[in-house]
């Protein structure tokens, strides 16, 4: 099974994906009867809607981890982040528990289960 990470700053609140409709002057990426789906059923801020998707993907079998650091805004410094260190162990993990055999039984190898949702500016 493909594992996930989805990593996020608590202050990282704007999400200017979801107020423009794709029939606004300006373009977007959602129509409006996407947007309100998206609103209902994940929320508006970022570490919301990342948390209300993990959980969906983790009830559907997915293996999904979700990081929201506390504080943390858009703009924050990436080298020596603590974030930067939980991306990079959990890549690490990953890569050390995969077996490359195609063997799921120790949450490496083939298969897997990745949706992309939403993506993120």
């Given at each position: 099974?493909?594992?996930?990470?989805?990593?996020?700053?608590?202050?990282?609140?704007?999400?200017?994906?979801?107020?423009?409709?794709?029939?606004?002057?300006d373009g977007g990426?959602f129509s409006q009867?996407?947007?309100?789906?998206?609103?209902?059923?994940?929320?508006?801020?970022?570490?919301?809607?990342?948390?209300?998707?993990?959980?969906?993907?983790?009830?559907?079998?997915?293996?999904?981890?979700?990081?929201?650091?506390?504080?943390?805004?858009?703009?924050?410094?990436?080298?020596?982040?603590?974030?930067?260190?939980?991306?990079?162990?959990?890549?690490?993990?990953?890569?050390?528990?995969?077996t490359g055999d195609?063997?799921?039984?120790?949450?490496?190898?083939?298969?897997?289960?990745?949706?992309?949702?939403?993506?993120?500016?």
């Amino acid at each position: 099974m493909l594992s996930t990470i989805f990593f996020v700053g608590s202050e990282n609140i704007d999400n200017n994906i979801l107020d423009r409709p794709t029939d606004s002057n300006d373009g977007g990426l959602f129509s409006q009867a996407q947007i309100d789906f998206i609103l209902d059923q994940f929320g508006y801020e970022q570490p919301e809607i990342l948390q209300e998707q993990s959980d969906l993907l983790n009830e559907i079998g997915c293996n999904v981890t979700v990081k929201i650091y506390d504080g943390v805004g858009h703009d924050y410094e990436w080298n020596d982040s603590q974030m930067k260190k939980d991306v990079f162990a959990f890549f690490a993990q990953q890569i050390e528990s995969s077996t490359g055999d195609g063997d799921d039984s120790n949450g490496g190898g083939g298969g897997g289960c990745y949706i992309d949702i939403l993506r993120y500016q």
